[in-house]
């Protein structure tokens, strides 16, 4: 920054959930806002060296590493060729033995052993899954998703936007002179309609009728001033507006922000980002299962220490940078195994990209859309649960596909090669294993209320 002062909010850049001041001097992130100030800047950085651009990188890189090859896909690829030395191996004995039973006799076996069942076993439980995911509000798009869930130990989550609604809420309000709560709250939404500041969403929906403010001045680093009712109201910093602090309110959660009237408080606002309505109860689920729980975010204030002991989440980490992030997700993995990241910000691209499991929401940054193996699009924690125990019920459905599919192969192999399966028969009966398979892993779309009882 060259000159000029501004509020800078980097949330989705850095995890800082509240704005951060910037003058002569200091350093500006492209891919930040700039809600309120003007700054002349002179770029130290250009494309390839940019902060985003790193960012991206090691999202690329991480993204090739992920493997896209299962077990299945090893056994499958040695399959066939069984098959077909099966069948050659069969029409040579016959030509030996009985040259007329020789082509009947390698068409039994080519088409009693047919992979139809044992390819159908795996993306028929898939597909189902995923489609029945898709109705329930959960985008499944990378392929190892189902394999990895059911192996997963560990899940890290970052907090802004994530834990918490990403965005300011009123918590409480402290009246300290005669006006009524609902006139100061009135007069607040009114000073703060014109702002863009992130605390101004906090009164955004007040159901008040607001009165009319005029010559509205934003005071920057501190707060807005205007006229209402021929009054002068300013709203901000405590300091700026002449509240003193309680001594013990810095340990308190949350943002204070009062309102004055010529020299006079009249309130004291609380504001803060709160938890989503569903965090706590998703968190205990995943921990009563035995998933080791971990917070991992590039916030720097105390609020992610009050968020985990909410929560009950003891492994916490804050001011994590990108790098560190990717670094603490390897530890996670070595300590427990697989692990899955819940994500939403810019800087969470390249950890996502990185975990074996990657979930963002329908509400993050574009970056951390494209790194997601899973979205969240009705935005709910909750759908974590539903999510892993569709997966469950999916590897158990595949299982059982395969092993028909791999029961019957192996049964019918050696009565077609003795001749004793004509080919028409061995059609049918490879017609008949491929709808038992489709049919076992259509399972999946009726089990939509018993997961929903089994989930509560």
């Given at each position: 920054v060259l000159d000029g002062a501004a509020t800078v909010e980097q949330s989705a850049i850095t995890g800082e959930f509240l704005p951060v001041d910037k003058q002569a001097g200091d350093q500006a992130m492209a891919g930040t806002q700039l809600p309120q100030g003007s700054l002349l800047l002179r770029a130290t950085g250009w494309n390839e060296s940019s902060h985003i651009a790193r960012l991206h990188r090691r999202m690329e890189q991480a993204l090739q590493q992920k493997s896209g090859r299962t077990v299945y896909d090893r056994m499958a690829q040695w399959f066939t060729p069984l098959v077909l030395l099966a069948a050659c191996a069969s029409a040579a004995f016959w030509l030996w033995r009985d040259p007329t039973?020789?082509?009947?006799?390698?068409?039994?076996?080519?088409?009693?052993?047919?992979?139809?069942?044992?390819?159908?076993?795996?993306?028929?439980?898939?597909?189902?899954?995923?489609?029945?995911l898709r109705q329930r509000g959960i985008l499944v798009t990378g392929k190892q998703v189902l394999h990895m869930l059911p192996c997963i130990r560990a899940m890290a989550f970052d907090k802004t936007g994530t834990l918490t609604r990403g965005r300011m809420q009123l918590l409480h309000t402290e009246t300290l002179a005669t006006e009524p709560a609902e006139r100061c709250l009135a007069i607040a939404a009114a000073l703060e309609k014109s702002?863009?500041?992130?605390?101004?969403?906090?009164?955004?929906?007040s159901d008040t009728d607001l009165p009319a403010a005029s010559e509205v001045q934003h005071v920057l680093h501190s707060g807005i001033e205007g006229t209402i009712d021929g009054r002068r109201y300013r709203i901000g910093k405590p300091a700026w507006c002449g509240d003193a602090l309680p001594a013990d309110?810095?340990?308190?959660?949350?943002?204070?922000?009062?309102?004055a009237s010529e020299g006079r408080v009249l309130a004291r606002f609380t504001l803060d980002d709160t938890l989503r309505s569903d965090a706590a109860d998703c968190i205990r689920a995943l921990q009563a299962q035995g998933l080791h729980c971990a917070i991992v975010s590039g916030d720097h204030s105390g609020a992610v220490d009050a968020i985990a002991s909410t929560l009950g989440i003891a492994d916490v980490h804050r001011n994590c940078s990108p790098a560190r992030k990717v670094e603490l997700l390897d530890s996670l993995k070595q300590q427990h195994g697989v692990v899955a990241m819940v994500g939403d910000g810019i800087n969470d691209g390249p950890v996502l990209a990185h975990a074996d499991v990657s979930i963002a929401?329908?509400?993050?940054?574009?970056?951390?859309?494209?790194?997601?193996?899973?979205?969240?699009?009705d935005n709910r924690l909750a759908d974590l649960l539903t999510l892993q125990l569709v997966a469950l019920r999916t590897r158990?459905?595949?299982?059982?596909?395969?092993?028909?599919?791999?029961?019957?192969?192996?049964?019918?192999?050696?009565?077609?090669?003795?001749?004793?399966?004509?080919?028409v028969?061995?059609?049918?009966?490879?017609?008949?294993?491929s709808l038992l398979v489709t049919a076992n892993a259509l399972r999946l779309f009726g089990a939509s209320k018993n997961s929903d009882r089994s989930l509560h």
């Open positions: 039973q020789a082509l009947p006799a390698f068409l039994a076996v080519l088409v009693a052993s047919c992979p139809c069942a044992l390819s159908l076993a795996i993306p028929a439980a898939l597909t189902a899954a995923t489609l029945h702002s863009s500041h992130p605390v101004a969403s906090a009164f955004a929906h309110a810095e340990q308190s959660p949350g943002l204070a922000i009062s309102l929401m329908a509400e993050a940054s574009h970056t951390a859309q494209l790194a997601a193996d899973v979205l969240l699009l158990r459905i595949a299982r059982q596909n395969l092993a028909w599919a791999l029961l019957y192969n192996i049964s019918i192999l050696p009565v077609a090669a003795a001749g004793l399966l004509p080919p028969l061995a059609a049918l009966g490879m017609a008949a294993s």
